[in-house]
T-cell receptor, first 111, second 115 residues
Framework: GEDVEQSLFLSVREGDSSVINCTYTDSSSTYLYWYKQEPGAGLQLLTYIFSNMDMKQDQRLTVLLNKKDKHLSLRIADTQTGDSAIYFCAETHSGNTPLVFGKGTRLSVIA | DAGVIQSPRHEVTEMGQEVTLRCKPISGHDYLFWYRQTMMRGLELLIYFNNNVPIDDSGMPEDRFSAKMPNASFSTLKIQPSEPRDSAVYFC?????????????FGSGTRLTVV
């Protein structure tokens, strides 16, 4: 079955860039997503990328997709303390299956 | 829209008791998903509905778990009897279509503690 892997922890200094990485196994993935979960809250959709794209930029967020290596990354520029949260990568196969989530990367931002 | 609404936010119950978790999806969304989040397993899909009909319940851990969606605006997840290993955060999510650029909208979750 599909599998999505992420590193569990990342620590960065305020003002630096954060890069959160994700690998997935399903070569038929159609949409790939990044969700953010703040303490005590549900998951909030940050951004998504369609599989025919290599890059997507949205303000401080840049998503890179390497389909050959099945690698997805989320770059947060000028990381702020408010960015401290758990970030989940998710993918779906052809839009016909429920989203499969990674275990999440806990980002800690040090002031 | 107020988003996906789950109740209660927190539930503490004794082992063996019945627990019912509730969810109101976003109006107009035709898919509803129940997920369970634990430190060990991350987010697990338990069951999902399309137009109120259960489509895949293969993630439901045991017969002690059941879910219903009597109408488009309400779903329940029931655990009977509850056990300490059921302690987790349970999320409900809804979407328009199975997957698209809209992704899923999640509720705030119900934190269940079984003692």
């Amino acid at each position: 079955g599909e599998d999505v892997e992420q590193s569990l922890f990342l620590s960065v200094r305020e003002g630096d860039s954060s890069v959160i990485n994700c690998t997935y196994t399903d070569s038929s993935s159609t949409y790939l997503y990044w969700y953010k979960q703040e303490p005590g809250a549900g998951l909030q959709l940050l951004t998504y990328i369609f599989s025919n794209m290599d890059m997507k930029q949205d303000q401080r967020l840049t998503v890179l997709l390497n389909k050959k290596d099945k690698h997805l990354s989320l770059r947060i520029a000028d990381t702020q303390t408010g960015d401290s949260a758990i970030y989940f990568c998710a993918e779906t196969h052809s839009g016909n299956t429920p989203l499969v989530f990674g275990k999440g990367t806990r980002l800690s931002v040090i002031a | 829209d107020a988003g996906v609404i789950q109740s209660p936010r927190h539930e503490v119950t004794e082992m063996g008791q019945e627990v019912t978790l509730r969810c109101k999806p976003i109006s107009g969304h035709d898919y509803l998903f129940w997920y369970r989040q634990t430190m060990m397993r991350g987010l697990e899909l338990l069951i999902y509905f399309n137009n109120n009909v259960p489509i895949d319940d293969s993630g439901m851990p045991e017969d002690r778990f059941s879910a219903k969606m009597p109408n488009a605006s309400f779903s329940t997840l029931k655990i009977q009897p509850s056990e300490p290993r059921d302690s987790a955060v349970y999320f409900c999510a809804s979407s328009f279509g199975r997957a698209s650029q809209g992704g899923y909208t999640f509720g705030s979750g119900t934190r269940l503690t079984v003692v």
